[in-house]
């Protein structure tokens, strides 16, 4: 099935570095969302972009929806333990509003204390 | 407020059976997607309901159907398990006004 392109796969950092991990799709999208997945549970939404060039927080996590509109970055500062887990990028576009999200192939984030 | 719910958690099967799994949608949710997600790959979109309707459909066979009740609850069937069915199997709801969607905790399905 169709995918995003989201890099890197996997990353291990040490416990109060910041990280940085992005998405780039070949297509417009009108939404792009950030989910971190925990093993054998779902995914939990960290934040919601709607517009070009918008820029959310949620704590210690940042997210940019590109102007381009067919890019997304989120970055984790001051990474603590408990953000270990599998992070992925999901998007709509903009000639499918309403129905399917897109998915990254996800980023592994490991934090050693 | 009750968050999306799924069941059962887990379910073995054997080829050639048929299963049935189940998902409440958060309150106030009325559009329910179905995914589908391989050890090791982001979900991938198997279909929607919005009005106990089909409402748009990814590239799985037939042998994976849904319904979608007037509460707003819907359940996803698959027939003639495969082992490439193994899955965890994710329901995801939203509303009408908005394109988040909200994930449930996901059903394990092991297919042997």
């Known amino acids: 099935g169709q995918q995003l392109n989201q890099s890197p796969q996997s990353m291990f950092i040490q416990e109060g570095e910041d990280v940085s991990m992005n998405c780039t799709s070949s297509?417009?999208?009108?939404?792009w969302l950030w989910y971190k997945q925990d093993p054998g549970e779902g995914p939990v939404l960290l934040i919601a972009l709607y517009k070009a060039g918008e820029l959310t927080s949620n704590g210690r996590l940042t997210a940019q929806f590109g102007i381009t509109r067919k890019d997304s970055f989120l970055n984790i500062s001051a990474s603590i333990p408990s953000d270990v887990g599998i992070y992925f990028c999901?998007?709509?576009?903009?000639?499918?509003?309403?129905?399917?999200?897109?998915f990254g192939q996800g980023t592994e984030l490991s934090v050693k204390p | 407020d009750a968050g999306v719910t799924q069941s059962p958690t887990h379910l073995i099967k054997t080829r050639g059976q048929q299963v049935t799994l189940r998902c409440s949608p958060k309150?106030?949710?009325?559009?329910v997607s179905w995914y589908q997600q391989a050890l090791g790959q982001g979900p991938q979109f198997i279909f929607q309901y919005y009005e106990e309707e089909e409402r748009q459909r990814g590239n799985f066979p037939d042998r994976f159907s849904g319904h979608q009740f007037p509460n707003y609850s819907s359940e996803l069937n698959v027939n003639a398990l495969l082992l490439g069915d193994s899955a965890l199997y994710l329901c995801?709801?939203?509303?009408?006004?908005?394109?988040?969607?909200?994930f449930g905790p996901g059903t394990r399905l092991t297919v042997l």
């Open positions: 309150s106030g949710h009325d559009t």
């Open positions: 297509s417009i999208f009108n939404t």
């Open positions: 999901a998007g709509q576009s903009v000639y499918n509003q309403g129905g399917k999200l897109i």
């Open positions: 995801a709801t939203r509303t009408g006004r908005t394109d988040t969607q909200y």
